[in-house]
């Protein structure tokens, strides 16, 4: 429960684009939770009627922004804290949603505002909490998947995935700023949480509620390597590699970065030239322009996000 006589404000920030029926569902979530919002901003990459139709709809008092580009999540995100924090106390808390992942239940808020009251209890330092989330082992510049029998009561993490309710301290994001817009897509909370971490932030993930989720899921004693197999390659692998190859250096990591660069980028495809040859060499092609991009700081929305049918 929330530390006796405290009233946390919850302001929540929900990036959308080109996905009505999504962001109506994600709404209808917000709506059904037994803890309303404080504040409620909705940033829209991909700007029109209809979106802002279905926001005054669901959400009266929500605050509908239209972005003037397709500024990514990442850019998204950042517009939207900032409108946040143009009045919200040092003590308020900040959510970040996901058009495509509604809140899991109605009790999801108020449970994450208990939790983040009991852990600035504990931990005067909690800049942020969140129903799950990741470590990252930054020699080998992987996200590490934490194990079964470190997950209870307030679990420390590295980061918080977007679909996993981040719940930010406004006190912390006043003092690091917001997620970078440079990053457009991919790893943004990932840059985010090591650049809390840095600062002398604390993270949580919610114990509970995240083993049994592994349990109900029938995930437990999972373990997770990595695999010389190629998927498909797309725009978002580009700028997961890219944004990678950045933050490993902004954190002060080059070796890793390029240990990334040498493994991932180009040892992985060419390994897979004899067996794949045609779907290697179009890795190999997008590896190479995303680790150069990378290294040579050449950020923002460098490729168009234009799917695959398969995606």
């Given at each position: 429960?929330?530390?006796?006589?405290?009233?946390?404000?919850?302001?929540?920030?929900?990036?959308?684009?080109?996905?009505?029926?999504?962001?109506?569902?994600?709404?209808?979530?917000?709506?059904?939770?037994?803890?309303?919002?404080?504040?409620?901003?909705?940033?829209d990459n991909s700007p029109s009627t209809d979106n802002e139709r279905a926001v005054r709809d669901l959400v009266p008092e929500a605050e509908y922004v239209a972005a003037p580009e397709n500024l990514g999540p990442a850019g998204g995100i950042a517009v939207g804290m900032r409108h946040v924090l143009a009045h919200a106390g040092d003590d308020d808390w900040v959510m970040t949603l996901d058009d495509d992942d509604p809140l899991p239940e109605p009790g999801a808020v108020a449970m994450l505002a208990d939790f983040a009251a009991d852990?600035?209890?504990?931990?005067?330092?909690?800049?942020?909490?969140?129903?799950?989330?990741?470590?990252?082992?930054?020699?080998?510049?992987?996200?590490?998947?934490?194990?079964?029998?470190?997950?209870?009561?307030?679990?420390?993490?590295?980061?918080?995935?977007?679909?996993?309710?981040?719940?930010?301290?406004?006190?912390?994001?006043?003092?690091?700023?917001?997620?970078?817009?440079?990053?457009?897509?991919?790893?943004?909370?990932?840059?985010?949480?090591?650049?809390?971490?840095?600062?002398?932030?604390?993270?949580?993930?919610?114990?509970?509620?995240?083993?049994?989720?592994?349990?109900?899921?029938?995930?437990?004693?999972?373990?997770?390597?990595?695999?010389?197999?190629?998927?498909?390659?797309?725009?978002?692998?580009?700028?997961?590699?890219?944004?990678?190859?950045?933050?490993?250096?902004?954190?002060?990591?080059?070796?890793?970065?390029?240990?990334?660069?040498?493994?991932?980028?180009?040892?992985?495809?060419?390994?897979?030239?004899?067996?794949?040859?045609?779907?290697?060499?179009?890795?190999?092609?997008?590896?190479?322009?995303?680790?150069?991009?990378?290294?040579?700081?050449?950020?923002?929305?460098?490729?168009?996000?234009?799917?695959?049918?398969?995606?």
């Amino acid at each position: 429960m929330a530390a006796a006589g405290e009233h946390l404000e919850i302001h929540g920030v929900l990036v959308t684009y080109r996905r009505r029926q999504q962001l109506v569902a994600s709404l209808m979530a917000v709506v059904s939770q037994t803890r309303a919002f404080d504040r409620f901003v909705v940033v829209d990459n991909s700007p029109s009627t209809d979106n802002e139709r279905a926001v005054r709809d669901l959400v009266p008092e929500a605050e509908y922004v239209a972005a003037p580009e397709n500024l990514g999540p990442a850019g998204g995100i950042a517009v939207g804290m900032r409108h946040v924090l143009a009045h919200a106390g040092d003590d308020d808390w900040v959510m970040t949603l996901d058009d495509d992942d509604p809140l899991p239940e109605p009790g999801a808020v108020a449970m994450l505002a208990d939790f983040a009251a009991d852990s600035r209890a504990s931990d005067p330092a909690t800049g942020g909490v969140g129903l799950q989330g990741t470590r990252f082992d930054r020699r080998v510049g992987r996200i590490v998947r934490v194990p079964d029998d470190d997950i209870h009561g307030a679990v420390p993490v590295d980061c918080i995935a977007g679909n996993l309710c981040p719940l930010y301290a406004v006190r912390a994001l006043r003092s690091v700023g917001t997620p970078r817009a440079e990053l457009f897509f991919g790893l943004e909370e990932l840059e985010f949480g090591l650049r809390l971490r840095r600062a002398g932030y604390s993270l949580y993930g919610h114990g509970p509620s995240w083993y049994e989720g592994r349990v109900r899921g029938g995930r437990l004693g999972i373990r997770i390597a990595p695999t010389r197999s190629l998927t498909e390659p797309t725009w978002r692998r580009y700028y997961s590699l890219r944004n990678l190859v950045w933050i490993l250096r902004a954190i002060g990591r080059p070796r890793s970065a390029l240990r990334v660069t040498v493994i991932a980028g180009v040892a992985k495809p060419v390994a897979n030239l004899p067996v794949h040859p045609r779907a290697a060499y179009r890795h190999l092609r997008l590896n190479l322009a995303a680790c150069r991009d990378g290294w040579m700081n050449r950020m923002g929305r460098t490729v168009e996000p234009t799917a695959s049918p398969s995606e």
